[in-house]
């Protein structure tokens, strides 16, 4: 399983931005997907998933409200729309997929995830 993820840049902050992570996966609707950043100097941390049928999402507080995570099954695509970005944003990001047996499960560790891409960086100035 490869995972691309895209669409990241240099933005200001206020800024929008959507990423999107191409998964080449047959089974990709098996498979719970997340979004992880790590900032310079900074652990990865859990940015926010969705569960394989969309029914849940999960998302770290400090994005909350700001970020939507979505998917769609039948092009292997998941998407990271990130609005009202400030510079604590600033970081590389990272999806990733788990496979999931039960349809509504979103993880949020690293452990969790079979499989990641290689990241897109996203810078915010203020």
């Known amino acids: 399983v490869q995972l691309q993820a895209s669409g990241g840049g240099l933005v200001q902050a206020g800024d929008s931005l959507k990423l999107s992570c191409a998964v080449s996966k047959r089974a990709f609707n098996q498979y719970a997907v997340g979004w992880f950043r790590q900032a310079p100097g900074k652990e990865r941390e859990f940015v926010a998933g969705i569960s394989r049928n969309s029914y849940s999402t999960n998302y770290a507080d400090s994005v909350k409200g700001r970020f939507t995570v979505s998917r769609v099954n039948v092009r292997n695509m998941a998407y990271l729309q990130m609005n009202s970005l400030i510079p604590d944003d600033t970081a590389v990001y990272y999806c990733?997929?788990?496979?999931?047996?039960?349809?509504?499960?979103?993880?949020?560790?690293?452990?969790?995830?079979?499989?990641w891409g290689q990241g897109t960086l996203v810078t915010v100035s203020s």
């Open positions: 990733a997929a788990a496979y999931a047996r039960i349809g509504g499960s979103v993880y949020s560790t690293e452990g969790q995830y079979d499989y």
